[in-house]
Every structure is written in structure tokens, then in C-alpha cells.
């Protein structure tokens, strides 16, 4: 290559102006001549340079981009944590889906649940006439005390 | 669907020169992998902007500048990158130095240019951008491009030439 090629570009280079052919023209020149003048060695490195800064390559850990999450994803994993949910739930709770209809009475005599209303019923009238039975003592023994009071 | 594939094969093209373009900012391999990665996430979100965008690795390289001078100016601190591992150089000769000695010397003398500048030639002589990619980046004309472009070489230049003129008074 002529001198005054190289000088051409060399400035040019040094002004911004070079097009991308003439720059890979100057690379070129740079790297094969065997008689390169002294004053533009240091065009010479910057351009060695600029090759071995492009030649760096990103760690495989940047080879790809995070797991990207999309909207399907997203939906299956809800629909599957709720039907899990779901089979929690229904698992746990077997007696409110069972067959057999709540006992309509329940209560408690004595220490023991009892569900047969007839039972339930034959004791409720037990105790209140216990307790009938007792009113009527303890109101004659109220009596008694007044006839008490009165005499005196 | 297919803005997912387009994601990815521009995500496969780029991760090079994201990565190259965010460690000239923060001089920390890890840092900038970690910048990258949210990078690819911020493309992601905005992937539709991207993809219809005139240049849409230049819009990449925007956001990936922008997020590396943000978490930069966060950190607030450089470590020295060694690009002895990633870099096989061969000694041609240049006063005793290792080519890889050259690169690592040039890579912190662009890393200490003022930020359009640094983006300029890095993109036009790393990279190789064209001209209107570059001004999509910079958010400038081709002409200020060219001006940066000019001022950053010549700076690189002259301090080469320093490191060559030492080397010959050592010898």
C-alpha cells in the first residue's frame, strides 16, 4: 500500500471519518506489513488491542437468560396448588360430605352423649320433675315457716 | 410466542457484546455478569419495544449502558480486571510487553474516558457499530458521534504512545 493511502487513512481513522471498509483496510495493512514506519506503531497496538477486547466472551453463566416465567406457567401452578388445596380439604373433612344425616339431638346425661330423642325426652321430664318435686318442698317448708311467724 | 424466539436470538446474539460493553464500565467480571442478567430481564419486559425498534441491538446496548453507569454510580468502586485468562496474546515484540499487557493497558484508558467517548469507540472499534447504531445509543447525530469517536482515539493513541516512548528510555 502506498504511504500516502496509509497516511490518508491513518488521519482519517483519527478523525472519525473512516467507513467500516476502510477501517478493516487499515487493520489489514497494520498486521501484515513488514516495514511499518514508527509512527504509527501505536496505531498498530491500538488496533491489536481493540481485536483482543473483542475476542472476550461472556461467563456460560450469561450464556442464557433467567428461566423466563409466562402467563401458562403461571396458571398451571395455581390450578395445581388449588386442587391440592382442595384434596386437603376434602380429605379432612370426610364427615361433612358423609352420607348419614347429623343426629338432630344431642345431649348429655350423666357423662354420656345420648342421640334418641325418645331417651332425650324421657329425661328431660325426670329432672324437671325432680326439680317440681323440690319446689313444692321447699314451698312448704315456706308455708310452715309463715304459720310459724303468724302464731307467734 | 414468536416474540419469544426473537427474545432469545437476540438475547444468543448479544450476550458477548453486552457483557464486553457492561465490563468496560465496572471493570468486575461478576458485576457485570450480574448487570447482564438484568439487563436480558429488562429486555425481556420491554421485549416488544425492543424488538420493533429500528435498531434493536443498539436499544440493547442503551439499556445495558444505562443499567451498568446506574449500578456503577451505586457501587461506586473498580476493581482491576485481569484479562490474562480470557485473553491469549502473542509477544510480537512492543518493547517487552505482553500483548495482553497492551489490551488490559488500553482496556483501562478507555475505561477512563469520559462516558460518550468510551461508549463510542467501544462500540465502533470492539464492537464495530455503525455510525447511526451508535447515535441510536448515544442519543446523538452522527457527527457528534464522529467528534467523540475522533477525541477518544486520539487519547488512546497518545497515551500508547507514552508507554512505547517509556519503553524505549528503559532500554
Known amino acids: ?152 | 410466542m414468536k416474540n419469544e424466539t426473537q427474545y432469545i436470538e437476540l438475547v444468543s446474539e448479544l450476550r458477548n457484546t453486552i457483557y464486553r460493553l457492561v465490563l468496560s464500565i465496572t471493570s468486575n467480571s461478576a458485576e457485570a455478569e450480574d448487570i447482564v442478567q438484568d439487563v436480558f430481564e429488562r429486555i425481556w419486559r420491554i421485549r416488544d419495544k425492543v424488538l420493533n425498534s429500528t435498531f434493536p441491538r443498539a436499544y440493547a446496548c442503551r439499556i445495558a449502558h444505562n443499567l451498568a453507569i446506574d449500578r456503577q454510580r451505586t457501587t461506586a468502586r473498580r476493581q482491576v480486571f485481569d484479562l490474562n485468562e480470557k485473553v491469549s496474546g502473542s509477544n510480537d515484540g512492543y518493547n517487552s510487553a505482553d500483548l495482553s499487557d497492551i489490551a488490559n493497558l488500553t482496556r483501562r484508558i478507555i475505561a477512563s474516558l469520559p462516558e460518550k467517548q468510551r461508549l463510542a469507540i467501544h462500540l465502533r472499534d470492539v464492537e464495530g457499530y455503525e455510525m447511526e447504531e451508535i447515535a441510536e445509543v448515544l442519543g446523538m447525530d452522527e457527527t457528534n458521534v464522529r467528534m467523540n469517536l475522533s477525541r477518544a482515539r486520539k487519547s488512546v493513541r497518545e497515551e500508547l504512545t507514552k508507554l512505547i516512548n517509556y519503553g524505549v528510555k528503559q532500554n
Open chain 1, 1 to 152: 500500500m502506498e504511504s500516502s493511502r496509509i497516511k490518508i487513512l491513518v488521519d482519517s481513522y483519527f478523525e472519525g471519518t473512516t467507513t467500516r471498509d476502510e477501517e478493516r483496510e487499515l487493520a489489514n495493512y497494520l498486521a501484515t506489513s513488514d516495514n511499518l514506519p514508527a509512527e504509527y506503531a501505536s496505531v498498530k497496538m491500538m488496533f491489536e488491542a481493540m481485536g483482543l477486547l473483542r475476542e472476550i466472551e461472556a461467563p456460560k453463566a450469561v450464556q442464557q437468560p433467567r428461566q423466563r416465567l409466562s402467563w401458562r406457567h403461571i396458571t398451571t401452578a395455581v390450578t395445581v396448588a388449588a386442587s391440592i388445596l382442595l384434596a386437603i380439604v376434602i380429605t379432612t373433612n370426610k364427615e361433612l360430605y358423609s352420607a348419614s344425616p347429623a343426629p338432630a339431638i344431642i345431649c348429655h346425661v350423666d357423662g354420656l352423649y345420648v342421640s334418641d330423642q325418645a331417651i332425650a325426652e324421657q329425661e328431660a321430664r325426670r329432672i324437671l320433675g325432680n326439680m317440681n318435686a323440690n319446689v313444692n318442698l321447699a314451698m312448704a317448708s315456706v308455708d310452715k315457716i309463715n304459720i310459724l311467724a303468724t302464731k307467734r
